[in-house]
Structures are given as C-alpha cells and as structure tokens.
C-alpha cells in the first residue's frame, strides 16, 4: 500500500473508521502476522473489550498494544485522526501549523500541538538515521529577506548550510536543510567548524566526493541549492506566524530533511 501517492480523498476513503486504522497498523506491525517481541512466538490471545486491541503471548503471556513504540502510544486521540495529521504533515503542504491542524482533525489546539510535535520530532530521528550518501554538494545560503551585502548579519538573517545528495544522473535525490548557529553572533561567515560540524552530522563517512561552496560572494551558478533554499524560506514564511517560526527554528537547528 503506498499511501504516499495517495490524495486526501483517498485517505478520506481508505481510513473511514477506527477498524480501518487497527487493521493499517496490525499489518504494518507485524506484515508476517503476531509475533511476540519477547520471545518470538506466533500466536496470541487478543482482548477486544478496550478501545483498542490487546495482544498477549500465548507462550509467554507479554501483553503487548498496537501502539507500542510508536508516536501514539498513551494517546486517547482516535487513530483516524493521528494517521490524519501524519498523513497531512509528512505528504501535503497544508495542517503544519497547529491552528490549521486542530481545525482539520477536529481537536483542541493544545492536542494539535503535541500532535506536531511529536511528528516533528520522529522526523528529526528518522533524519538523524538517514545521512547524506552518493556525491555531495553543500552550498550555503541564509534564511529571512537579506539586508545588505556587507559581512555583517541583520539580526532577521539565518546562516544555513544545504547538503545535497546527488546521484550519477546529476539529479538531487535528498536535501538536508540546516541552520547554522555563528560562534560570532554578527558575522555572516561560516566557518570550516561549522561545515565539518554539517558533515559529521549529515554525511555518510564512506562519501569519497563533497564539493562545498559556502562564500557569500561566490555567483548563484556556483550555488544551485540557492534557489530551493529561496523556496523553502518563502513557504516558511507563508506558512508559519511568527510564534510557530519561532518553535520550527529550535527544530530546525537539528532537522531538515527533504526528499525529492
Ligand atoms: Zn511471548
């Protein structure tokens, strides 16, 4: 089932109800059926009178939810709504803010917001896993509407580094977008600390060849990834009010991941 080809209507009509959703999350737990994560055993006795099912080994009696170890585990919110807004958040451009998410899923803002925040930190862990592979171009590039061209940096200007993933047709295949904290709270410069820190962390050691241009003076034909990290800071800004920009820097320092 590949749901991330799927339209929202489609959504709509895959997952029209809470057995609809048990039955997702059964077959993406255990695609083979049950098996016990303690001891491996095939076979288990489900209690059905909760709201969600309960599986407990018939060998070694491990009680074990659906949502174990998943981003949903304790929430009383109803599945629908869950794979809803992991659906909306990870596919579409529309219900990443907290406002627009509560509204869509039909809960209060404070669920919305832990909703996201959970989403959002289960990406930056899938991004921690999943570096950067193949041949690699890092360009560097700056967040919020530049001032002037001097080295010093307007307060409202974000150094960021972008790695790219490209493979042997010349074509991106994943983009890393990272914000770069200057040792200098005013320069404009980005460091060789602050680019291997970038590589260290979002680089697979094995990659042989890395091309990294990050002067601010070098032509925009020298930095193609400029463009797309144009395009991102113009949905940010759309996208976000200031508050949620706030919260979605923190995140931003750590995670960015973007696949193409
Ligand atoms: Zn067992």
Redesign the pocket.
């Known amino acids: 089932m590949n749901i991330s080809s799927w339209s929202l209507e489609q959504f709509h009509s895959h997952f029209s109800s809470e057995d609809a959703c048990i039955l997702y999350l059964y077959q993406s737990k255990w695609p083979t059926g049950f098996c016990?994560p303690?001891?491996?055993?095939r076979h288990a006795y489900i209690t059905t009178t909760r709201r969600l099912p309960l599986y407990e080994?018939s060998?070694?009696?491990?009680q074990v939810s659906l949502l174990a170890g998943t981003i949903m585990e304790g929430s009383r919110t109803q599945l629908c709504k869950w794979l809803l807004a992991i659906f909306l958040v990870s596919r579409t451009h529309i219900g990443t803010t907290a406002t627009e998410l509560s509204q869509l899923i039909k809960v209060t803002y404070k669920t919305a917001w832990l909703i996201l925040q959970k989403i959002r930190t289960s990406i930056q862990q899938a991004d921690n896993h999943c570096p950067l592979t193949g041949s690699i171009l890092i360009n560097s590039a700056i967040y919020g509407r530049p001032f002037n061209p001097t080295v010093h940096r307007h307060p409202q200007e974000q150094l960021l580094l972008i790695g790219s993933s490209i493979d042997q047709a010349a074509i991106s295949t994943m983009i890393k977008i990272k914000h770069v904290i200057p040792n200098q709270p005013h320069t404009k410069h980005i460091t060789k600390s602050d680019t291997y820190s970038f590589q260290q962390k979002h680089i697979d050691p094995m990659v042989e060849t890395i091309e990294l241009v990050t002067g601010f003076y070098t032509s925009k034909k020298q930095r193609p990834l400029l463009e797309f990290a144009k395009q991102v800071s113009t949905w940010l800004s759309t996208t976000f009010t200031v508050s949620d920009l706030n919260i979605f820097k923190r995140i931003w320092t750590n995670s960015a991941i973007v696949s193409i």
């Open positions: 016990c303690r001891c491996d055993h080994c060998n070694c009696r491990h």
